[in-house]
């Protein structure tokens, strides 16, 4: 019987509970964005006592099912000020689902300066002080947690930047080997959990179990089957584990919408050399690994582990968004740098997309040349060592415009775009407008139909359909990260819509649901819809779900495309109201 | 024949115009909103070209009208996000009227790096590159521009802080003695003013004139009549002239109402020392000026010149908010330094109230302990250098609390409370809530009535009453600040409401109008109707006016008093649509 986990820091308890009725059905993004609606007052200080960050597995989470082990961490978002649900891979997930805990409520606040860890085994959870945790980064935390609890435990913990509440920080999970290389990245949310006093979680699995089944046979036959689709899809069983996500810097580039230099181009003469094909090159030249899971149920495994011209580790392998916000966003070049960048991120808790378009933003206003990789990894560092600058770049890319006089400041809703230039893939400027979470790709993903031909076709350059592609997409991935699948799954899905047949069995049999395909969109409309509303009630209105003025007035070469969908248009594409 | 002066910084060209109809009968804060509120696109970058900077003297600048010489700076603020209109006192106001120019409309923005001075006398204007002026701080470009244009100029000028774009910038403007202290001070409009590549503004009277009159005779015996009730009324005629604004100090510590240690007490044990009397006594010892006026037509003189123990200039007199957010809301009580960072913050183009309050949130955020004078003095300096803790601090309150991870931090609208607490004054908290400006008490300055019994009695600990109190004071002063008179003509005002007759009948002299004291409110009203319209066009909604959540949660020493004018009442006050 799945619990949820309450943990409360400003008397420094933890309690166990049933899931409330009115919360039952719901897993992963659903279950903390109805919680945050529910509990959290939409007017509150992100970072002060009213305030809680939800943690919470999927539907699936600890099953067998396949790339189902995402973990959801929600709060009303220190950077964006509304409602914030970010997930992550690794294996903190899984141990959830199998610790029997389908949800964390940590609430209130402890005294300012103390931090804590929680430790939550078979036996129960208990926060302990966690003094020699202090100021470290992730990665030194994990050396010391692994001291302390072993090499089966994983691991959820901030950095330096959480610590210090900055608003690009994240909540770092541990993947398959333990490193901290595993992210909640978007939203600030690693603020809310320094704010807590709360440094690290540790999930020990060991006396855990498998989630019971309504009908493991079913569960057993559909999980199979899913499986399948993942592995003979060309993007899920190819692309993906040979080059990693950074597969998409080549392609953005040939589509023009590589934003380049702090979004004033879409292409980069250099993208090449920072592509997931030289990338691939590389890190099999120097015995890294290419094809990598960052948890264990992962069938796509898409990660892998990049390696200097000795062989030594230098991070994971760096996503897309990472290499595209420090590389072409920031006209560098250089992969090792870009590497080093991505473990530096990882190591003080932030969020890779927000500090790597802060960083294009401050060479806009002059505090470096665009191309600068040594001078913006010095600066970065300053992050780590909370110098005055390092807390400006730590408060992401509004507040560096702020602070520099920058007028180009690609964010939305107070939070920073990435990787693809709105005006060249329109259907993902509708979700970037749109999302209740701010400028979020991962939110409704109309790159898939724009440039990737899945789930059919629409020109990326035309303004006509992408709303309705992207209130589709924010439906359907507001249900499946409620389900806890790693979001990838979407390729298959969108293909061969029979593969969605098999989540709800799996679902069915895991709770002895009756649950049937059509179902599906109205899960995600009814999370979509939970989070407009503590928008609304913290006062957001349509004024906010609107790009910067500068993607409807400057021409983005090569296409000299503005950004044209109509504000009717973004307008209705999240108005269920009728 | 009054007239608008057009200036494109973009294809640096002047253009005198007819004021348009629809502007007629407005000037000062009525012109600048109306002009703002038509004009600028809502939605635009507050430093992108869109933006417009217009500057307008009252309806009575450049007569004989006692403190009548006001000029309003309007624009979209880079501070709040909307409207905004700050009027500062100086010669500049007389100097426009003299000249036949009723307002200067700025727009466009000159080739970035670029700065012109703007050359205003009776032959027209011209644009003039300004390299020489580029990087000095105001005092430096006083020195340059009177060699240049000589002493009967007046100037408007930005320091480093508005070349930056910082947005707790002001615009200086010279008084009596051509030096910048008079200033435009509150939503950063020096940063509006800087990205427009605008310097400076050399007003040259010769060859100027008094402003023709309908009927002079009328308007030289209500002037006089009026002059007498001002010179008459304890508060304008005894108290202010003494001990300046800063008698405030020891009243508002008496009531309990000083915010203290960034709003953490309403009493500051050290408020003698940093008091008017205080400022009085060491002014009179040393040889200083207690008694000046900033404008020639000033016949109460609040201000007065600030010397140290030699006798030499060190700033002019600091007003009460300026000694109270330096002072008391940093624990600081060295009025010598105070003055000091007075003169600074003149020098750098700074608002005193803006910087005060960033200073408190950063000592409670771990900068520097509350109380270090010269600590503070020194971050401070690092404003003029444009190092990154001088961007911090110099972009404002609500950035510093975001960079430092504060939580209490006093601003509404994104502009910071200034100098009483409204929990203890609460008239001047619905003030700060729900004037279209941010928190600002000169927008409906209910201490009046709240604390100096001025317009009658309202006790300021109770909720009561205090809405319909700031409606009607933020009427008053709507309608104030269009005439150009000084706000404190308000404490007649509002004692002896047949002085209003005289303004009336100086409007009506100068303009053959025929208007009656009870078409007043109406000027008033409508312009606050244009200025919440600007707001709602630019996504202002009434979730926005509301003060911080600390403010009804934690107590006030030594009252325990919260805020708690109820939400109904706060959105009530400027609902006009009943």
Redesign the interface.
Known sequence: MARLLRVNMSDITTKFEPVPEQYQGLGGRGLTSAIVSNEVDP???P??P?NKLVISTGLLGGTSCANSGRISFGAKS?LTGGIKEANSGGQTGIHLGRLDILGVVVEGVAEAGKFYKLIVNAEGAELVPADDLKGLGTYDTVEKLKAAHGDKCSFIMVGQAGE????ASSIACTDTGQRPTRHAGRGGLG?VM??KGLKAIVLDPAGGHAPEMADPEAFKAAAKSFAKFLTSHPVTGEGLPAYGTDILINILNEAGGLPTRNFSEGRFADAEQVGGEHMNEVTTKRGGVCTHGCMTSCVIRCSGLYVDEKGDYVSKWPEYETVWAWGPNCGISDLDLIAKIDYMCDDFGLDTIEMGTAMAVAMEGGLLEFGDGPGAMEALAQVGQL???G??LG?GTK?VG????V?R?PVVKGQSMPAYDPRAVKGVGVTYATTPMGADHTAGYAVATNILKSGGELDPLSPHGQSDLSRNLQIATAAIDTVGLCLFVAFPVLDSPESLNDVVTMLNARYGWQLTVDDVPGVGQKVLEMELDFNRR??F????D?L???FKREPLRPHSAVFDVTDEELDRTLDFSS
């Not at 702020?402 to 006089?405: I, K, S, T």
């Not at 209105?541 to 906010?544: E, F, P």
């Open positions: 007017t509150c200080h970072i002060g009213l220190p210090a509440m900055l608003t603020a320094g704010s110098t005055p600058l807390r400006i408060s507040t702020q602070v520099f006089g007028k400041v913290a006062g209105n349509k004024s906010m609107r910067p003025d500068f």
